[in-house]
T-cell receptor, first 113, second 113 residues
Framework: NAGVTQTPKFQVLKTGQSMTLQCAQD?????MYWYRQDPGMGLRLIYY???????DKGEVPNGYNVSRLNKREFSLRLESAAPSQTSVYFC????????????FGPGTRLTVT | DAKTTQPTSMDCAEGRAANLPCNHS???????VYWYRQIHSQGPQYIIH???NNETNEMASLIITEDRKSSTLILPHATLRDTAVYYC??????????????FGDGTTLTVKP
């Protein structure tokens, strides 16, 4: 039981490049989330998916798109990366959207130059 | 969602109890208090949550005041591995908008030998 896994662990992009961050969970959870954490700051919600087939914006959705591929997988796409998107990205899942008991992945450290 | 206030940092001696306070004076009757922690560079980890009764699990105890305007997370015998940022979050526990969340800046707890 791996919990929540994220790939890649590290990534460096040039401004304007695109990339997709992958997240998968093996806990049969219905809800999944994407957060970003800037240096020395708390987490901010980018997007979430309450259940398979649904997605919704969080606090900071601009510049990102998401896809809930199936119940296990939730991807985050940066279409045209900007230096302001340099951050650590965490994926999380929970049994239900109503539950705040979330389980987090190890994070992806993204640098945009 | 209610706003929370936590001290920026705290120290605790190894083996002693660590008491982390959180003020949430605007909490509503249907909002829960959740605690998470984030050890350096890792994803956040769920610790405990409660509505109005005190709660205890294998990791910690949560004491909520009778008026629910503040709470304290207690780590009974702090170890060096408990050094982390601790986040207090107040959210409606059973609501489809529970996914819209922000963790804030938290309290940096340093456990010293």
């Amino acid at each position: 039981n791996a919990g929540v896994t994220q790939t890649p662990k590290f990534q460096v992009l040039k401004t304007g490049q695109s990339m997709t961050l992958q997240c998968a969970q093996d806990m049969n959870h219905n809800s999944m989330y994407w957060y970003r954490q800037d240096p020395g700051m708390g987490l901010r919600l980018i997007y979430y998916s309450a259940s398979e087939g649904t997605t919704d914006k969080g606090e900071v959705p601009n510049g990102y798109n998401v896809s809930r591929l199936n119940k296990r997988e939730f991807s985050l796409r940066l279409e045209s990366a900007a230096p302001s998107q340099t951050s650590v990205y965490f994926c999380a899942s929970s049994e239900l959207a109503v539950s705040y008991e979330q389980y987090f992945g190890p994070g992806t450290r993204l640098t945009v130059t | 969602d209610a706003k929370t206030t936590q001290p920026t940092s705290m120290d605790c001696a190894e083996g002693r109890a660590a008491n982390l306070p959180c003020n949430h004076s605007t909490i509503s009757g249907n909002e829960y208090v959740y605690w998470y922690r984030q050890i350096h560079s890792q994803g956040p980890q769920y610790i405990i949550h409660g509505l109005k009764n005190n709660e205890t699990n294998e990791m910690a105890s949560l004491i909520i005041t009778e008026d629910r305007k503040s709470s304290t997370l207690i780590l009974p015998h702090a170890t060096l591995r408990d050094t982390a940022v601790y986040y207090c979050i107040v959210r409606v526990g059973y609501n489809t908008n529970a996914g819209k969340s922000t963790f804030g800046d938290g309290t940096t707890l340093t456990v010293k030998p």
